[in-house]
């Protein structure tokens, strides 16, 4: 069915449009492809592959000892829970806010999920994880910075350390995120990174795994696809802790491909100051939105140094016919909203509920109250400070209209 509001102006950019690959990725893409050398390992005498520098670059970037070029942040997920050991019917906590490849890896890793309640604010409720935890005696924590909402870290590594679970974070929209000046992806054992086309850097597919733990990382190199010739890696362990693994890892073909290492090579000096624009553009749609008594407007924590690349606010109606409404109206004026309280996965999936090849979970009252009402949209660098004004001017005009 489609809506046509009566009156109001429409806005006409795309919120799926991300900007330009950089002038230098371009130009190292077309070498790549003048030298064919497009596999990792096909490399030259003593050269380094590209996947192999980008590795070295982002452990740099992020202090950690190593990291491992995916495919995606999905099999990066994946792969670490294969790499810290996590058995079959092994039971996994997890704040059930979250996006479908999080199930997905657990799935993937014969493990079964235990969600964890999510607050108002979108991040977990740690209450619920330390009484699950402990309910449960689950192990492991696979944390997901879900559109980029990061929960108290201190309180999560507290927690882990206290009741001996194994961290592992998911920071697909978190690259470039810290919590007091330490990026995610470094509280706990693995951190995993995409690097798809709506993240913080497009290289249309990839991800990336870090971790400071050499076992851990032999072993993701191993499940990647090394084809026993990890060697070449610039951010791996000694060869010994290969030796230990190598006939028992089995290769996954996870890897990297040369052309995405040079597109996300040439995005990373430039991440920080993205951040920054995403961040502009953030604060102004969250100072106008505040302003509008229909909508609520999630609070942030002091120690989180969050990237907003995206936008989430919550219908205060309880109306759900009014909450549809209102989705239908700003389509119709051009505002591309994501609803969390559709039942019926319809252009993506973020509700357990649709999940059903997971067993079954105790039913979470206060998660589904929450993304009943939650509302999404992105904010993609090409819209301007002006455009994120005039994107929150008709939001709020639908919001009067339906709501008041
Ligand atoms: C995008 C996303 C992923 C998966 O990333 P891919 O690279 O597409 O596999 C995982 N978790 C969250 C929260 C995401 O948004």
Redesign the pocket.
């Known amino acids: 069915m489609t809506y046509q509001s009566e009156t109001g102006t429409q806005f006409s950019k795309e919120f799926t449009l991300q900007e330009s690959i950089p002038q230098n990725g371009v130009e190292r893409v077309l070498e790549l492809l003048d030298s064919g050398r497009l596999h990792r390992y096909n490399t030259l005498e003593g050269e380094a592959s590209e996947v192999s520098l980008l590795e070295q670059d982002f452990s740099e970037y992020t202090g950690a000892r190593y990291c491992v070029g995916m495919a995606?942040?999905?099999?990066?997920?994946y792969v670490a829970l294969q790499s810290v050991g996590i058995k079959q019917g092994e039971l996994i906590l997890c704040n059930a806010f979250?996006?479908a490849?999080?199930p997905g890896a657990i799935e993937n890793a014969g493990a079964k999920p235990i969600f964890v309640e999510i607050n108002e604010d979108y991040v977990t409720d740690l209450e619920d994880l330390e009484f699950k935890a402990r309910e449960s005696g689950a192990k492991y924590f696979l944390l997901?910075?879900?559109?980029g909402h990061i929960v108290d870290m201190d309180q999560v590594v507290d927690i882990c350390t206290r009741l001996n679970i194994t961290l592992i974070e998911?920071c697909?929209?978190t690259m470039g995120a810290r919590w007091n000046g330490k990026f995610t992806g470094t509280f706990g054992q693995v951190g995993?990174f995409?690097?798809?086309t709506?993240?913080h850097i497009n290289s249309g597919?990839?991800?990336l795994f870090i971790t400071n733990n050499e076992d851990v990382a032999a072993k993701a190199i191993l499940y990647s696809g090394s084809y026993m010739l990890y060697e070449s890696h610039l951010r791996k362990p000694d060869m010994e802790v290969f030796e230990k693994y190598k006939k028992n890892i089995p290769n996954f073909s996870l890897r990297m491909s040369n052309l995405v290492a040079a597109l996300i090579r040439a995005q990373l000096p430039v991440l920080e100051e993205r951040c920054q624009r995403w961040n502009e553009r953030y604060r102004i749609i969250e100072q106008e939105l505040r302003k509008d008594e229909n909508i609520r407007v999630p609070n942030r924590r002091d120690k989180e140094e969050y990237v907003g690349s995206s936008f989430q606010f919550t219908i205060k109606s309880t109306n759900v016919e009014a909450v549809k409404r209102f989705i239908r109206t700003c389509d119709a004026r051009g505002i591309k909203i994501k609803w969390f309280g559709n039942l019926e996965p319809k252009g993506f999936t973020s509700r357990y509920e649709s999940w059903h090849y997971i067993h079954a979970q105790d039913s979470l009252n206060s998660t589904n109250v929450i993304l009943d009402y939650l509302c999404d949209i992105r904010i993609p660098l090409t819209f301007t400070l002006e455009d994120c004004i005039e994107v929150t001017t008709i939001i709020r005009e639908v919001s009067q209209e339906v709501f008041n």
């Not at 995606?72 to 997920?77: H, T, V």
């Not at 997901?144 to 559109?147: G, L």
Request: aromatic fraction near 4%; charge should be neutral; proline fraction near 4%.
């Open positions: 995606s942040c999905g099999s990066a997920l979250t996006l490849p999080v997901s910075h879900m559109r998911d697909a929209h995993c995409s690097t798809q709506y993240k597919e990839g991800g």
